[in-house]
């Protein structure tokens, strides 16, 4: 295995430094203008946030590191080889694939499949949303969206290009959408025909079921809306966030964060809301 396809640590901070710098802006816009006033159990929850944060950069580092040695390793040249396209078509059309593949399509299957949603509750389960709930995911969430990242890179041969700017434009926008930012309805209503804005991503952390598994989209919104997984944000500024069967307890350290999918939930309660969420997602 070549050494130089690892991500050197040169790199790697290079994109951490980029993201921090990102969620740091948001936050301090978030300061600015609040959607929600924070809560007391605010500092508990980032701390366990920024804790998840870290395993999530080294997660990824890990993952971006043997896919280049595997890479580099096989060579696959990829059915976009074939066709000879422009290489401004081929990123543009890598960056849309990349988007609906990590950003929706692995999203909403976490959602209506039991087993990986026992792992994407631990985002769910934060009870205020901020910049700091952008990457509180468990690391075999990071695991499963990776794959969705590398299959199409690898059998459409997607070039490098396409997977640079699309993981930017995600990290960007991620951190944005989670911002607890009050956005203006009329900006926001246009800005949403074509982009996940904040008010239309806090729909999707909301406690009810039927706006939970809504809005699944990282950056473009029209996955939702063709494929009818949209709901509007005219609800955003009233919307409760976290999760029903959450006990606070279990959510709010980075040690009880990571055990949370491991942990026997009450068999009665578990059933009902695997039930209710496989039917509201088969139902839209």
């Given amino acids: 295995w070549p050494s130089e396809a690892f991500m050197s640590p040169r790199d790697f901070l290079t994109s951490v430094g980029v993201i921090v710098t990102v969620m740091a802006i948001g936050a301090l816009i978030e300061t600015v203008v609040p959607m929600f006033l924070a809560n007391r159990s605010t500092h508990r929850r980032r701390s366990a946030n920024l804790w998840l944060t870290a395993t999530s950069f080294l997660s990824n580092w890990l993952l971006a590191s043997v896919a280049a040695i595997a890479a580099l390793t096989w060579r696959p040249a990829g059915a976009m080889a074939q066709l000879q396209w422009p290489v401004w078509l081929q ?42 709930t952008t990457y509180r995911t468990h690391p075999v969430e990071t695991v499963w969206r990776f794959l969705f990242a590398i299959v199409p890179v690898w059998v459409l041969g997607l070039p490098a290009q396409a997977v640079v700017i699309q993981r930017l434009l995600q990290a960007t926008n991620g951190v944005i959408e989670h911002a607890n930012i009050r956005l203006w309805p009329p900006l926001d209503r246009v800005i949403s025909l074509l982009f996940v804005t904040p008010n239309v991503h806090k729909i999707h952390h909301s406690r009810e079921i039927s706006e939970t598994n809504s809005n699944y989209a990282n950056l473009l919104t029209i ?29 709010g350290s980075y040690p009880a964060l990571l055990t949370l999918p491991f942990r026997p939930a009450n068999r009665t309660a578990q059933a009902s809301d695997t039930k209710v969420r496989i039917e509201a997602t088969a139902g839209r």
């Fill in 91 to 132: 990123i543009g059309t890598g960056i849309v694939v990349l988007d609906f593949s990590v950003g929706y399509l692995s999203h909403r299957l976490m959602h209506a499949w039991p087993a990986m949603w026992r792992f994407h509750q631990v985002h769910h389960s934060d009870d205020f949303v901020d910049v700091t």
């Fill in 223 to 251: 996955y939702d809306r063709v494929l009818g997984t949209y709901t509007s944000s005219t609800r955003a500024r009233s919307v409760v966030y976290g999760l029903e069967d959450a006990e606070p307890l279990a959510t």
